[in-house]
């Protein structure tokens, strides 16, 4: 069991803690003084339904709703009662807008109709009106001072419109034909199961799905038994090939789940035999193995089965491709021929080139006219002249520079060293006489004797 009402005021927002005390008093009196809350507090609980039923919910807490169909009864508001705002007072009202906008559908109506599109909608009548439309539906009870619920089992149209957009594009990479044929009990096992995550849907809501796919959105092909996915190229309705390639897939798959069954039956029985020699049991041990040899056998059978009933799959799948194929290529020959005739023949085509060449000669021979020079001619000996007597006045106009240049640096050099010249000190005129002092007698006779040396 699960609180539904702590559920929505945990995770939609519709139901935040300040608004619950007014969706949970009867707020019918607020049509007329306060549209607009009236209008608020009517969708969120038809969104709140939707959703609760969505996630399997209602179906948690006993009721005997499903992911795509709700049950109505008086059980209900009890499951929706708040612990501190009690069952919801006007739930009724909200139920009754929903049915009349067609957000809810009796699942009869839906299911007979020939579509889910009507001419006349409850909601445009006058509410007089709508209370005898609802009678005559067998909802009764609708109008009262106290505000009951219509009893009655409806398809919740916004998670039909859900399921149908997660089933689109999960069919969006099929392409062969073979992939896109199924029995209903394969659309359940293969395909139903992942439109509704963590819910699984019963066969009425397979049903009503199947028949929205059908008819309101033109996405298979069903004849209620078998369903194949509409592609363009495809005709209408189920044809025999269909049903073959159907009930091939099936019996494929019943054929896998035996021999899933009997791997699992021989392991078990191997593990039984081996018991049976610990104990000493050699009588349940050969019964033991004589079950597991059966099985075996019967093993085998299938996997024969199974590998011609795979070998046939894969031919009519080939079979089918080749088909589109053949319709593929007779249309790229109908394009072909209707191209080639406005092209035309091969004469003309040939003529037409022709002329292009012809105009194209014609196009070259204005362009290398206009590109003719239209003055005199200039004698070219007379041009070299003259540009000789140019380079020569160039040349001696450019030797008085050099010279000039060079004489230019030669003064800078000689400033230079003139002026390096004097910044060296003076030298001295005399020798001080200080320096006489530093002559000792023993300097004097070492002078005397080298001046006798040099004197011999």
Sequence with gaps: MVDLSSYLSEHDSNFRRARLPALYADFRSQRTLNPDGYRANVVAWQSALSCLAFNGLLSCNGLSSSALIIDIDDSLPRALESKQFGQPLALGTALRDAISHQKLMPVNTFLRTPSQTYSLKISSLPWNAAEWAFRQLGITNQVSSEDTVPNGRYVIISNIETACQTFKRQIAGESSRFDRVFTKLQFRKLVAHQLVPGNALTDEDIEVLLVCLARDKHMIEYDGVIIRIRDPEDELGISQEDAAMASIKELISNIRHQIEVLNGRIEYLQQETRAALERNNRVAAMAKLKSKKMTEASLAKR??????????????????????????????????????????????????????????????????????????????????????????????????????????????????????????????????????????????????????????
Excluded: F, W
Excluded at 423 to 451: F, K, M
């Design 303 to 456: 996997y024969m089965s199974l590998n011609q009933l795979e070998d046939v799959a894969a031919k009519i799948e080939q079979a089918t491709d080749q088909v589109q194929l053949i319709k593929m290529m007779k249309s790229s020959v109908s394009a072909l021929r209707s191209l080639n005739s406005q092209v035309g023949s091969g004469t003309q085509v040939e003529e037409l080139m022709n002329q292009i060449r012809q105009q194209m000669s014609e196009t070259d021979e204005v362009a290398a006219i206009l590109a003719e020079s239209t003055g005199e001619p200039i004698d070219e000996l007379e041009l070299d002249d003259e540009l000789a007597v140019l380079e020569n006045e160039a040349h001696e106009n450019e030797e008085p520079k050099v010279e000039r240049k060079e004489d230019n640096r030669a003064d800078t050099q000689a400033d230079k060293v003139r002026s390096e010249i004097d910044q060296l000190p003076d030298p001295p005129s005399e020798i001080p006489s200080s320096s006489g002092q530093l002559i000792t007698p023993a300097i004097e006779t070492r002078i005397a004797n080298l001046s006798l040396g040099r004197g011999k």
